[in-house]
């Protein structure tokens, strides 16, 4: 479903001039809602697939392999965008694996950065909190997470806006690995440099 928005964003590259447009989620993109396997199949088993539970397997927009399934229930395969469901609703990831298994706490969609950095900046700004007001544990239904509003351009503008976070993440990572390092460092060097 398509809606009517007239408020164009605030920042744009200067050759584009178009409205953006607003539509749900569903109607824009590939949304598979998560769906857990059997706990009895859980597994410590690298050979087996990858299973994406909720928020606590999503790491630095990528996906921590911390637990395995034998069964195969719902799937998100390589660049998919993942997104918490449950508690805390709305932290996303991209699965860097050819497929993992998503259990209930997540959803896996199929989108370009674009898509990717606007549910970044819907989750900064606290978009979901309106879904989740009142509840004791904190989850989005898949009918909120397919009717959500999202916008879209054309496909250079979006493209161009992508590549823009997606190198400012990358510049991010590397300084955060920079940063790690030198702590590594330091505490090496007060644990041998003092008696």
């Avoid at 950095?117 to 909120?144: H, P, R, V």
């Amino acid at each position: 479903m398509f809606f009517d928005n007239d408020i164009p964003p605030l920042l744009r590259f200067n050759k584009f001039i178009e409205k953006w447009n607003q539509y749900r989620l569903n109607d824009h993109a590939i949304v598979t809602m998560g769906q857990s396997p059997n706990s009895k199949n859980y597994t410590n088993n690298q050979t087996d697939k990858i299973l994406v539970q909720g928020n606590a397997d999503l790491y630095k927009n990528k996906v921590l392999k911390r637990v395995f399934t034998t069964e195969i229930t719902k799937t998100a395969i390589k660049n998919d965008i993942l997104i918490s469901v449950r508690a805390p609703v709305g932290d996303i990831a991209r699965n860097q694996y050819e497929s993992v298994v998503i259990g209930r706490g997540i959803a896996s969609i199929k989108g370009n950065d674009f898509l990717y950095y606007q549910l970044e900046k819907m989750k900064n700004s606290g978009f979901w909190n309106k879904y989740i007001a009142g509840s004791t544990f904190e989850s989005i239904t898949g009918k909120d997470l397919k009717n959500a509003k999202i916008y879209t351009t054309n496909s250079d503008e979006e493209r161009k806006i992508g590549n823009i976070f997606s190198s400012l993440t990358n510049i991010i990572q590397l300084q955060e690995h920079k940063i790690d390092s030198l702590k590594k460092l330091k505490q090496f060097l007060l644990q041998n440099m003092f008696i």
